[in-house]
Structure formats: C-alpha cells, structure tokens
C-alpha cells in the first residue's frame, strides 16, 4: 500500500532544532519505504488569516499548502513551544487550510517537538492536539515525543543523544502508519 508522508516545521529558523527532530522524522519514513514531501512554510510565505483576503479568495500558497496536505495521508508535524502554545506560523497554516474546505480531514498525525524548556513542548503538544483533533486529525495517543533542552539533545551528525527518545520517535511513526493501514 502507497503512503504518502508530508513532513511540516512549525519553525522558520535555519537553525531550528524542530527542523533537525523533522529531519530525523523524514529519515524513519524514507528507511520504511514511504514517500515523504516537505511543506516549506518559510517558501510558500502564507499571509496572516485575514477573513477580508478569503472573501476574495484564497491565496495561491494558501491553495499550494491545501493542496500538499490533501495529497498526503500521513502528516509529520514538528512544532516548537511558543508561550506554552504552537508557534504562530503553525496555527496560521492550520487557520487558512481549515477555511473552505478543512483540508485537514480525517488525516493522520504524528507530532513531536523540541524546546529549550525541561518540558520539551508538553504544553504546546497537548495545544496542537486539541486543534487538530477539532479538525478530524487522528493522532495516536502514545508513544509522544518531547525533545528537552534541544540546544544539547542532538550530536553533530544530526541524531539524537537520547536513544530512548529516538526510539519513541520510531515508534510514534510506526504506530502513526499503523493507523493510516486501517483506515484506508
Ligand atoms: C516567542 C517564543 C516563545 C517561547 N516559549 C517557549 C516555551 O513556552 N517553552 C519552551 O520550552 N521554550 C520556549 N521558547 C524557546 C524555544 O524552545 C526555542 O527558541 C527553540 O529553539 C525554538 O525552536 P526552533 O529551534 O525549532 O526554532 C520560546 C521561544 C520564542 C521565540
């Protein structure tokens, strides 16, 4: 069975540590075969919601992102914590792909995230649930994956320090595939 996987950062940094916790992410999909696109929030520039711009219709990078997420079957979303929330740039995109039809749909999430906090975006995990889950997004209730103290969780090359953390990331995945299986 073909799945399709778009993976989505939730930072704009070039140096995000959620961008590096995504690319691990995109790898565990690609060593199990999948196809995995990439959602460039920072490319496709998407204007703050403004009712007043969706009346006269979306915009194109609005239309481009509806369109990413439609095709795919599995979302990878790796958001920071901002303020004990998702970061503003993730809401927006949510915002906009909710408005005409909700793109989002009886999708499946895996989400994950790395802060500097001790809590590793607990917080701003359990927000971006509840959004989600409003939106029909389907997401496994375990294994999660919190990154703490992200500015030391990662070795050069790339991969995580903790081992058990990057097996939860592996398990989240597998489970998260898991339910694209049954459902389609
Ligand atoms: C506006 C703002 C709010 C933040 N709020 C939190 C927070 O609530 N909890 C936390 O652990 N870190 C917080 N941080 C620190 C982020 O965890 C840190 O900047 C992290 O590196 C952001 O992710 P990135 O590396 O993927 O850009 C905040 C950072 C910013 C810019």
Not at 20 to 46: G, H, N, P, Q, S
Not at 124 to 148: D, E
């Amino acid at each position: 069975m073909e799945i399709k996987a778009l993976a989505i950062c939730g930072s704009l940094r070039k140096d995000s540590y959620n961008r590096k916790l995504l690319a691990l992410a995109k790898k565990i999909v690609a060593d199990m075969d999948m196809e995995c696109a990439e959602l460039d929030l920072k490319k496709l520039d998407i204007p703050m919601y403004d009712g007043d711009i969706q009346e006269k219709g979306l915009p194109k990078s609005v239309l481009a992102a509806k369109k990413e997420i439609e095709n795919c079957d599995l979302l990878l979303i790796a958001s920071p914590e901002y303020n004990n929330s998702v970061s503003g740039v993730l809401k927006n995109l949510i915002d906009w792909a909710s408005r005409g039809n909700n793109s989002f749909d009886g999708k499946v999430a895996a989400i994950f995230g790395a802060s500097m906090g001790q809590f590793g975006t607990v917080r701003g995990q359990l927000h971006l649930r509840q959004i989600l889950a409003y939106l029909n997004v389907l997401i496994v209730a375990q294994p999660q994956v919190y990154v703490w103290s992200c500015d030391k969780a990662f070795n050069s090359d790339g991969t995580l320090i903790d081992a058990k953390t990057a097996d939860l990331l592996k398990q989240l995945i597998a489970g998260s595939v898991a339910l694209v299986k049954c459902k389609k």
